[in-house]
């Protein structure tokens, strides 16, 4: 769907509540401080500007944030969780304002970390720009897909299969889906004004994944870490524009 001059400052707006969020929990996390902890802070964000939580109570999702350390993916629950030294946490944040959706997440090291783990993380963030390139007038969406798999196979990482981007708008997920590999068919063509959420999902060992008793959290089948990064980008006249930096 193409969104209007009207939809895409509303969700200018939402995009930077959610990248409010970003900076505040990245300023946050140490050794000892909890998940739940960072969640309060991202909620205390949301109150302050006046947005509602796109996450809290999402089929039943018990928080404004999802916290995933090391070999957990998406979809971490804040609790009593304290970060360690050596530690990885993906943090992953939505805002609403006016009806209409931001979303964006990132991966930290808690401390100092280990060599795969930096790597890991420069990597995925790398391969969520090498991706949000593509997202220009008159390419095809998958070609997000094929752009983002290049660079995490490339340093001999797995793309997440089964949890992939999609379209945002007046919901936090809309079709189409965006796959952060290739699929095998190019996808739609890319119009001015569509809007989407772009989200590698990448792991240090295999791709296979599996989810905890909670409902909600996916681990790595092998244990390995796992990083996520992920933007709110529109497709503009003038290339894509990224809703959701800080």
């Known amino acids: 769907m193409r969104r209007s001059a009207d939809e895409l400052n509303k969700m200018r707006k939402a995009g930077k509540v959610v990248a409010e969020m970003h900076e505040a929990t990245r300023a946050a996390i140490r050794p000892g401080i909890t998940t739940m902890q960072l969640n309060e802070?991202?909620?205390?964000?949301?109150?302050?500007?006046?947005?509602?939580?796109?996450?809290l109570n999402y089929h039943g999702f018990p928080a404004v944030i999802c916290t995933s350390p090391n070999n957990m993916i998406v979809h971490g629950i804040p609790g009593d969780y304290a970060l360690k030294e050596g530690d990885i946490i993906s943090i992953d944040c939505g805002a609403i304002i006016e009806g209409y959706h931001?979303?964006?997440?990132?991966?930290?090291?808690?401390?100092?970390?280990s060599d795969v783990a930096r790597r890991l993380i420069e990597v995925t963030e790398r391969s969520l720009w090498a991706g949000i390139d593509q997202l220009v007038k008159g390419n095809r969406l998958h070609e997000v897909g094929r752009a983002v798999q290049n660079v995490a196979e490339a340093a001999?990482?797995?793309?997440?299969?089964?949890?992939?981007?999609?379209?945002?708008?007046?919901?936090?997920?809309e079709s189409p889906q965006v796959p952060n590999y290739w699929p095998g068919t190019p996808g739609p063509t890319l119009k001015e004004g569509m809007v989407f959420a772009i989200e590698p999902m990448?792991?240090?060992?295999?791709?296979?994944?599996?989810?905890?008793d909670d409902g909600w959290s996916v681990m790595t089948a092998d244990g390995s870490l796992s990083a996520h990064f992920e933007h709110t980008i529109a497709v503009t006249d003038n290339g894509p524009e990224v809703f959701t930096l800080a």
């Open 41 to 55: 802070i991202a909620s205390d964000v949301i109150a302050k500007r006046g947005a509602r939580s796109n996450f």
């Open 102 to 113: 931001g979303d964006a997440a990132y991966t930290a090291g808690v401390g100092e970390i």
């Open 156 to 173: 001999g990482f797995s793309v997440v299969r089964e949890y992939v981007g999609h379209a945002i708008g007046t919901a936090m997920h």
């Open 202 to 212: 990448v792991n240090a060992g295999g791709p296979e994944t599996y989810e905890l």
